[in-house]
């Protein structure tokens, strides 16, 4: 007479199975995933400051030389508002040598507008301006974004963003 396999057998039998079958393929996707960590990394905007919704950060960029204006940076916020260390995307709007001039609240680089501050936020604090005029240092850069209500260098919460606070280069998915 044929005995029945108990419960923890048969779990036993199966977990040996699926092994056998899925661990190749399982740590193959592991390794890919840690791989690909190591060099780029996914990031999804969550405001209605930027374009775009998801985008890829190349993080092996070397810092400001591989950036041109017009191009997406992440980098890790360093003022108030948001918790320290948190991922931010902007626009490079200013780098090292470029002239930084304001009028009122209106932010120039080059000559070129690239925004004007706000007094308040939208929750009525008042806004104090980024106090920069001059020639972007070594190692800093200016960062915008088309949005009226986005937290960028205009303010000085934010100010210039140091090249030790890069993540990486973002490449707009969709």
Same mark, same amino acid.
């Given at each position: /007479?044929?005995?029945?396999?108990?419960?923890?057998?048969?779990?036993? %039998?199966?977990?040996?199975?699926?092994?056998?079958? !899925?661990?190749?393929?399982?740590?193959?996707?592991?390794?890919?995933?840690?791989?690909?960590?190591?060099?780029?990394?996914? $990031?999804?905007?969550?405001? !209605? +400051?930027?374009?775009?919704?998801?985008?890829?950060?190349?993080?092996?960029?070397? @810092?400001?030389?591989?950036?041109?204006?017009?191009?997406?940076?992440?980098? $890790?916020?360093? #003022?108030?508002?948001?918790?320290?260390?948190?991922?931010?995307?902007?626009?490079?709007? #200013?780098?090292?040598?470029?002239?930084?001039?304001?009028?009122? %609240?209106?932010?120039?680089?080059?000559? @070129?507008?690239?925004?004007?501050?706000?007094?308040?936020? &939208?929750? #009525? /604090?008042?806004? $104090?301006?980024?106090?920069?005029?001059?020639?972007?240092?070594?190692?800093?850069?200016?960062?915008?974004?088309?949005?009226?209500? +986005? &937290?960028? +260098? %205009?303010?000085? &919460?934010? #100010?210039?963003?140091? +090249?030790?606070?890069?993540?990486?280069?973002?490449?707009?998915?969709?």
């Amino acid at each position: /007479m044929a005995q029945k396999e108990s419960n923890k057998a048969v779990l036993k %039998r199966l977990y040996q199975e699926f092994c056998q079958k !899925y661990a190749t393929p399982f740590l193959a996707v592991v390794v890919c995933l840690l791989v690909f960590n190591q060099h780029y990394a996914l $990031a999804l905007n969550l405001s !209605y +400051s930027l374009p775009h919704h998801l985008y890829l950060i190349k993080k092996d960029v070397n @810092k400001l030389s591989d950036l041109k204006q017009g191009d997406y940076v992440a980098f $890790a916020w360093q #003022g108030g508002f948001y918790p320290i260390g948190t991922q931010v995307i902007k626009e490079v709007a #200013g780098l090292p040598g470029n002239h930084v001039a304001k009028t009122n %609240r209106t932010f120039f680089i080059d000559g @070129k507008e690239v925004g004007t501050a706000k007094e308040y936020s &939208l929750d #009525g /604090m008042k806004l $104090a301006i980024n106090p920069f005029e001059g020639e972007i240092p070594q190692r800093y850069m200016w960062v915008k974004t088309g949005h009226k209500d +986005s &937290l960028d +260098s %205009r303010y000085e &919460l934010s #100010g210039l963003i140091h +090249s030790g606070q890069i993540i990486g280069k973002a490449v707009p998915i969709f």
